[in-house]
């Protein structure tokens, strides 16, 4: 039933907010992202820089968010934090999944404790992801 039911799940026209300071990592993702299967794709290079695109846009602009956890000026688990804090509806609900390629069970608790929907390992798989956040979606 999973296979299933992620097969239906399309990238086709959804807005993603994806944190990722790596050049090369990102270029990847968004390459996989918007050419293979139609997403649209803004690239942030550190948290601070994806709390302030996220705030600068009106609730329900993205779909998701891909949030790296290390990088430089604020670390993914501190930018989901401060988007879940924000004063507006979407904060509270829009799904975002840590990217990391610390796989440990406990970094995967310390994701969700922050708020976020779940926990993909790099380098990921697009299987992987779809999983993912058609979790985070349902």
Known sequence: ARKEETDDFSFEGRRILMAEDNETNAEIAVSILEEVHGAHVEVAHNGQEAVDMFSAHPAGYYDFILMDVQMPVMDGRTAARTIRALPRPDAKTVPILAMTANAF?????????AGMNGHIAKPFKVETMLEELELALL
């Open 105 to 113: 069970d406990e970094d995967r608790k310390k994701a969700l404790a």
